[in-house]
């Protein structure tokens, strides 16, 4: 079991850049895959970027590529999001998850975090 702790977001200009942390509390980080979702309001969760136990698989919906970036620090337990460019559209709230299993994964999460407001103010 892993419990996940997000921290990092705010309020930030159009064009600006945040950077979000995700702290795992638990055993073998490197056994799950991470991923960052976002939920806006009266809109359904959906995923941001994935990446796998390694790090060195990754994934982004189209709306992010070339602008977010997915990282993790296995010796730390933290898995990033840094996100440039920011548009008025990718104001949500942001969760961290894991799932177990080292592969790469665009769903099906165990484990969640409580989340971060980004607002983005255009």
């Known amino acids: 079991q892993v419990q996940l702790v997000e921290s990092g977001g705010g309020l930030v200009q159009a064009g600006g850049s945040l950077r979000l942390s995700c702290a795992a509390f638990g055993r073998a980080f490197s056994r799950y895959a991470m991923g960052w979702f976002r939920q806006a309001p009266g809109s359904e969760r959906e995923i941001v970027a994935g990446i796998g136990g390694s790090g060195s698989s990754t994934y982004y919906r189209d709306s992010v590529k070339g602008r977010f970036t997915i990282s993790r620090d296995n010796a730390k337990n933290t898995v990033f999001l840094q996100m440039n460019s920011l548009k008025s559209e990718d104001t949500a709230v942001y969760y961290c998850?894991?799932?177990?299993?080292?592969?790469?994964?665009?769903?099906?999460?165990?484990?969640w975090g409580q989340g971060t407001q980004v607002t983005v103010s255009s």
């Open positions: 998850a894991a799932r177990s299993g080292w592969l790469l994964a665009v769903s099906d999460y165990d484990y």
